[in-house]
Each structure stands twice: as structure tokens, then as C-alpha cells.
């Protein structure tokens, strides 16, 4: 293996902002420094809400230009929403936001072909509107579909454009409910019933495959000497976070990838595909190596950032020392309920919840904050309880990832409700997955625990004990579950 450090560039894309992220990668070095950062804001046309894909790549190549020299580029993202290629390989319309209305009422019209319980027990994926399967369902009949002769997921669509090159990635392929997770492969019996043509997407990738080289007019655009390699990396941005968990060796953890969306489950071997697994609404999404990522997705910060956005992005950090000075558990909603997914008015529908479930609403701001956070601990523990029980996968410690890791209280409250000690960070998990898997491919790190090692001696990680006693979340949980 090589002894010298090298650098390591991520293109990390998110459901707020994207940014360029270098990664230096050595034997004894793991160090990630932001190249370049920018909004992604989605637009609502009169067609419905759409991502500006054409801003995206703008941002991906100022980037790319801020970034220098590096020896290879990996792209991740949010999961299932795509763009459309026409048979020039030009895009067919900016891609369909997750959060459009289009998929409204479709699960019902897919279940009517195949029972959710056979949907399950091929492809492993809990329910959510909007994967990529329902998408394609309500897409049947539009001139932009029949039009179409590719269909590259978001981080594809950008290695695209990055290398001419085409192809799916594998991890990101697995939330689209087509894959089968068993078979590590398409799921091609259920998709010829519902009339989903799988010949539209490229062949697929695994993560460490090579995905072609900067193209000229990329490397001109950049200022980047070629070649520049773009590497394959665990394209869905929580594949690539759950490949930068620190666990040690032999530990026994679950883990919570943490920011718009919580995502808290288990790393497995083979899937759970049972009907008590489908009933709990817990999701089988592949990662590296062939693992498993056994988890359930809950709303996560989404909730938090709402609030601030409707009370005029107050002070955040004040806002959070307010809310730890009160005392709690009080009261607490379902924060995996899709009530909370569509955007605006926020604090008025936690209220609307409080009240449903026979408790008073929060009266303040800091108290609201208090209930959303608690409301997270809460999801986070009866995922973690649950996960465990499923898979028969007991634990002993739970991994905070991702932006929620440095929210200190969150990291408390959610050790406290599970009884666990909490490790917080990485909170740049995705930028460093993706970057560890670029350099194990070219050989400047090892294996995955060796990988994981090396999180674990070059980050900080504050751990969090549990504290006091677990009854007043007990009596929590009991008011959610009437």
C-alpha cells in the first residue's frame, strides 16, 4: 500500500446545498477540508417542483476548479429521484422533485398489481410515496417518459455529464424498490407487471468501480490536468455515511445517519424481508461489501429547519440552550409520521399533532424545539428497539453521523430514550465515505475496518452517556402509541 498522503475530491450533494469536499488520505491521515459550497434550491414551475439540475453541475464545476489537483472525483447524493435522456443524451426537463405531488395516490394503483406484502418480499423496501418505482408508475403515459431513452439517478446524471460515461450505482439503485436485495440485481418479474421498462437505466455499478475520466471539456471548464479518474463511490449519500461509521472492531452498534432525514438502523448481511419487518415499516437499502442497511427513515431536522424557516432563521444556537434548560419529556409527536413531509407551517402542524394525541402544545419557541428534538430521541430509540428485535441484532452502542452530530443536545436526548452510550461524528460522514472508498480503490487505504480504524484515530467523537432514568420516555412512547 502507498505511504504517501493524497487528495481525494467528494462531490457531496444535498437536499439543501451541494459542496466539493477534499479528502487527504493517508496511513495515518484523514483529513477533509470544504473546496466549495452552494444552495440547491428547488423550483416550483407550474408543472410542479423540480430540482435546477443545470445549477447543480454549475456548483459541482466551481468545485472542481476550487478543488486543484486531485487523484480521483466521487459523486453522492440524495436517494431516488432521476433525470431523463433523450436518444442524443441531452436531459429531458429539470428532474422531478421527491416532494412533487405526482406520486399521490399511486402506491394504492401499484398495490392493486402487487399486494405490499409481495412488493416487500422482493425488494425489501419500506413504504415511501415517492421511491423511484412509484415516480416511474405515475410517469407512464407522459411525453417526457415516452421520449426518454436513458434514465441516470442525480449522482449518475452528474458522473454523466463529468465523463460521458453511463451507468447506475448500485447502493442508489437499491432505494428505487426495482433491486432485488437478495439477488444484489434488478428485480426484473416485478417490474415487467407494472409496465417499468428496466432497459432505461445503464448497466449497473458497484462502489470502487471506475465511472470514466474527466472529460476535456470538463478539465478545461476546471483547470484540472488530466487524467482525472471518476471513481464509483456508495452514490446514496447515507450508503456512503454508513460506510464512515467509526465502529471498532467486533463492536456491536447501530447507527443514525442524521440531517434532513434520520435514518437509524442496523449494518447487516442479509436482508430481513418478513412480514412483521414490512408491518414496521423498516427499509433493506444495500451498501458496500454487501452489507445491508437495515433501517427506518424518520423525518429528522427536516422538522427543526422548518420551524426556523417560518419563524425567520432565529438564533439557533441560543434557541438550543433555551431548549435544554427545560425539562423533559413533555410533549412529544410521531416524527416518522408523513404527515411532516410536505413543506410549510410546521410549528402549526406539530401543535395540531400534540392535540391529537390528547397534549398540550408547546406555547413557545424553545419549547417547541424541545418537543421536536425529544420527539427525535424518541424515533430514534423505538427504531433502534425495534431493529434490533427484527433482526436479532442485539447492540451496545449507537453511532451519530451526519449534521445532527453536532447538535450536543439531540446526541443527549437521544442516549438518554435508548439507554445506550452515543458516539457523535463524523458529521461529514457522506464527504468521507465517499472519499475512503475512492482511496481504498486506489490503494491508499485497506479493507473496511481498516477504513474504519482510521475514522476512528483521526476524528473527534464526543461520547454521550445515558442519563437519569428511562420511565418519563417510557411515558412518552405510551401517549404516541394510543
Known amino acids: 500500500m502507498s505511504r504517501r498522503a493524497e487528495a481525494f475530491a467528494a462531490v457531496d450533494l444535498g437536499a439543501s446545498s451541494g459542496r466539493v469536499m477534499v479528502g487527504r488520505v493517508g496511513p495515518d491521515t484523514l483529513e477533509l477540508t470544504q473546496a466549495h459550497r452552494f444552495p440547491n434550491r428547488p423550483v416550483l414551475l407550474p408543472e410542479g417542483l423540480r430540482w435546477d439540475a443545470l445549477a447543480l453541475y454549475t456548483g459541482v464545476l466551481d468545485g472542481l476548479r476550487a478543488a486543484g489537483r486531485v487523484a480521483s472525483v466521487g459523486i453522492d447524493s440524495w436517494a431516488v429521484d432521476y433525470g431523463l435522456l433523450d436518444t442524443d443524451g441531452n436531459l429531458l426537463g429539470n428532474p422531478v422533485h421527491y416532494r412533487d405531488d405526482r406520486t399521490r395516490g399511486i402506491a394504492e394503483k401499484v398495490r392493486a398489481t402487487i399486494p405490499a406484502e409481495e412488493l416487500y418480499a422482493t425488494t425489501g423496501l419500506q413504504h415511501a410515496p415517492f421511491n423511484t418505482l412509484y415516480q416511474l408508475v405515475a410517469a407512464q403515459g407522459t411525453a417526457p417518459l415516452?421520449?426518454?431513452?436513458?434514465?441516470?439517478?442525480?449522482?449518475?446524471?452528474?458522473?454523466?455529464?463529468?465523463?460521458?460515461?453511463?451507468?447506475?450505482?448500485?447502493?442508489?439503485?437499491?432505494?428505487?424498490?426495482?433491486?432485488?436485495?437478495?439477488?444484489?440485481?434488478?428485480?426484473?418479474?416485478?417490474?415487467?407487471?407494472?409496465?417499468?421498462?428496466?432497459?432505461?437505466?445503464?448497466?449497473?455499478?458497484?462502489?470502487?468501480?471506475?465511472?470514466?475520466?474527466?472529460?476535456?471539456?470538463?478539465?478545461?471548464?476546471?483547470?484540472?490536468?488530466?487524467?482525472?479518474?471518476?471513481t464509483t463511490v456508495a452514490s446514496h449519500d447515507t450508503a456512503s455515511a454508513v460506510a464512515a461509521v467509526p465502529a471498532t472492531n467486533g463492536e456491536r452498534f447501530a447507527y443514525i445517519c442524521t440531517g434532513t432525514w434520520s435514518l437509524a438502523g442496523l449494518e447487516l448481511d442479509a436482508p430481513v424481508l418478513t412480514?412483521?419487518?414490512?408491518?414496521?415499516?423498516?427499509?433493506?437499502?444495500?451498501?458496500?461489501?454487501?452489507?445491508?442497511?437495515?433501517?427506518?427513515?424518520?423525518?429528522?431536522?427536516?422538522?427543526?429547519?422548518?420551524?426556523?424557516?417560518?419563524?425567520?432563521?432565529?438564533?439557533?444556537?441560543?434557541?438550543?440552550?433555551?431548549?435544554?434548560?427545560?425539562?423533559?419529556?413533555?410533549?412529544?409527536?410521531?416524527?416518522?409520521?408523513?404527515?411532516?413531509?410536505?413543506?410549510?407551517?410546521?410549528?402549526?402542524?406539530?401543535?395540531?399533532?400534540?392535540?391529537?394525541?390528547?397534549?398540550?402544545?408547546?406555547?413557545?419557541?424553545?419549547?417547541?424545539?424541545?418537543?421536536?428534538?425529544?420527539?427525535l430521541a424518541l424515533a430514534h430509540r423505538r427504531a433502534i428497539e425495534e431493529a434490533q428485535r427484527l433482526a436479532d441484532h442485539p447492540v451496545d452502542v449507537v453511532h451519530v453521523v451526519g449534521g445532527g452530530a453536532r447538535n450536543e443536545l439531540l446526541c443527549q436526548l437521544t442516549a438518554d430514550a435508548c439507554g445506550l452510550p452515543v458516539v457523535a461524528g463524523p458529521a461529514e460522514a457522506s464527504a468521507l465515505g465517499n472519499v475512503l472508498v475512492q482511496a481504498r480503490a486506489q490503494g491508499f487505504v485497506g479493507e473496511r475496518p481498516a477504513a474504519r480504524q482510521l475514522l476512528s484515530r483521526t476524528q473527534s467523537l464526543p461520547r454521550y452517556e445515558p442519563r437519569g432514568d428511562r420511565a418519563p420516555w417510557d411515558v412518552a412512547a405510551a401517549r404516541l402509541a394510543v
Open 146 to 230: 415516452a421520449a426518454a431513452r436513458r434514465l441516470l439517478l442525480i449522482p449518475d446524471l452528474i458522473a454523466y455529464w463529468l465523463t460521458g460515461e453511463q451507468g447506475t450505482e448500485l447502493t442508489n439503485a437499491s432505494t428505487t424498490q426495482l433491486i432485488d436485495p437478495r439477488t444484489r440485481d434488478w428485480a426484473r418479474p416485478l417490474a415487467d407487471r407494472l409496465g417499468v421498462d428496466l432497459s432505461i437505466f445503464p448497466a449497473l455499478r458497484r462502489p470502487g468501480d471506475p465511472a470514466g475520466f474527466l472529460s476535456p471539456a470538463v478539465l478545461e471548464a476546471t483547470g484540472l490536468t488530466g487524467p482525472v479518474p471518476v
Open 275 to 375: 412480514e412483521e419487518s414490512r408491518a414496521a415499516n423498516f427499509t433493506n437499502e444495500l451498501g458496500i461489501d454487501g452489507t445491508v442497511r437495515y433501517l427506518r427513515n424518520i423525518m429528522g431536522l427536516w422538522l427543526l429547519q422548518e420551524c426556523l424557516r417560518d419563524w425567520g432563521d432565529p438564533d439557533l444556537p441560543a434557541l438550543l440552550r433555551e431548549a435544554a434548560s427545560i425539562p423533559g419529556p413533555r410533549a412529544v409527536v410521531d416524527a416518522a409520521h408523513p404527515a411532516f413531509l410536505a413543506p410549510g407551517r410546521m410549528p402549526e402542524r406539530i401543535a395540531e399533532a400534540c392535540r391529537t394525541t390528547g397534549q398540550q402544545p408547546p406555547s413557545t419557541r424553545a419549547g417547541l424545539t424541545r418537543c421536536i428534538l425529544d420527539s
